[in-house]
């Protein structure tokens, strides 16, 4: 593997985001509207909005770098570009280590600005560190994005790209235990929620937000996590094409 070949990939993909202001708004400003919006409608309860507006810092990140990275990904093969691209010595495995490496900068900027929203602007408060909070919600959008590259190579047009959100990334935040604890759930629906890996990014964050200790069970959510993320990025190496029909 050529460093050097990965380190130009993920700078041209920084590049083409530069030139793309639509898709830098979406990934930077949208969250923090989110994150105000949620602030809004839970205004006069601020302990609900202490429960839940700490894990949303995590789940914000991951739609938008799920949209963004699948949509690029798809028009990278439908303008011909990963064709062309597969033509030079540089790998699948090189390619989308580019990728992770470009929009895991991405993730950064995208995660300290909505964190300092949540943190700074709305009094968002945790039992253990901001940064630690931080790191879970850049890991959160670094897993958006791997499932992204791996979804991406199942969509034919940008309009099936957008529909795998509601179909892929919508029934995990459903059932991660945001909305109803996973416990009170029907049984049926706690063996699904407990295979999907939303379900332990949210875990993970919802601990260190409010548990005194993090305890064993908070390292293997971060493990789960991790190794999501890195199976969608095999998957996505081994199902990637060259080109959209």
Known sequence: MSVSRTIATAARVLSQLRRDPRTIVLLIAVPSVLILLVDQLFAGREQVFQNVGVPMLGIFPLIS??????ITML???????????????????????????????????????????????????????NLLIVLLAVANALLGMAFGLFVSAFARSEFQAVQFMPAFVLPQILLCGLFVARDQMADWLQWVSAVLPLTYAFDALDRAAHEPTLGPRFWADVTIVVGAMILALVLGAATLRRRTP
Not at 65 to 70: A, G, Y
Not at 87 to 107: H, N, R, S
């Open 65 to 70: 770098m799920f949209l963004v990275t699948s």
């Open 75 to 129: 028009r990278e093969r439908t303008t011909g570009t990963l064709e062309r691209l597969l033509t030079t010595p540089l790998t699948k495995l090189e390619l989308l280590l580019g990728y992770g490496i470009a929009f895991a900068a991405v993730a950064v900027v995208q995660v300290t600005v909505v964190s300092i929203v949540g943190f700074v602007i709305l009094g968002l408060d945790t039992v253990h560190s």
